[in-house]
């Protein structure tokens, strides 16, 4: 089965930090873009931080020096470290694949802008 599963998330002191991970399973081929997205309540669902396959990250202003994206193409898995966090990073935090070409029942099948379920990350004291 198809899927994209985000972890790491947690409750953390501001200050802290923590790692994501996701995970990208069920016959995967190949992976292109991968991005970390956030969604805090009351907001909309915004961009963190994104890689291409090659490597090439982009951030958003609000996590440039403290966020690093990456990925273990082999493991068909994206990181997101996150240090020196803020209370205003609170948010559920989803894993985006922009394609992905992957095989099921013998057939090579793409699927576009496929996200995971999200994992929650608190900052707080």
């Known amino acids: 089965q198809l899927q994209l599963v985000e972890s790491g998330g947690g409750l953390v002191q501001p200050g802290g930090s923590l790692r994501l991970s996701c995970a990208a399973s069920g016959s995967i081929v190949s992976i292109n873009g991968m991005g970390w997205y956030r969604q805090a309540p009351g907001k909309q669902r915004e961009l963190v931080a994104s890689?291409?396959?090659?490597?090439?990250?982009n951030y958003a202003d609000s996590v440039k020096g403290r966020f690093t994206i990456s990925r273990d193409n082999a493991k068909k898995t994206v990181y997101l470290q996150m240090n020196s966090l803020k209370t205003e990073d609170t948010a559920t935090y989803y894993c985006?694949?922009?394609?992905?070409?992957?095989?099921?029942?013998?057939?090579?099948?793409?699927?576009?802008?496929?996200w995971g379920q999200g994992t929650q990350v608190t900052v707080s004291s």
């Open positions: 890689i291409t396959s090659g490597g090439s990250t």
């Open positions: 985006n694949a922009a394609s992905l070409s992957y095989y099921r029942g013998g057939v090579l099948r793409y699927e576009y802008d496929y």
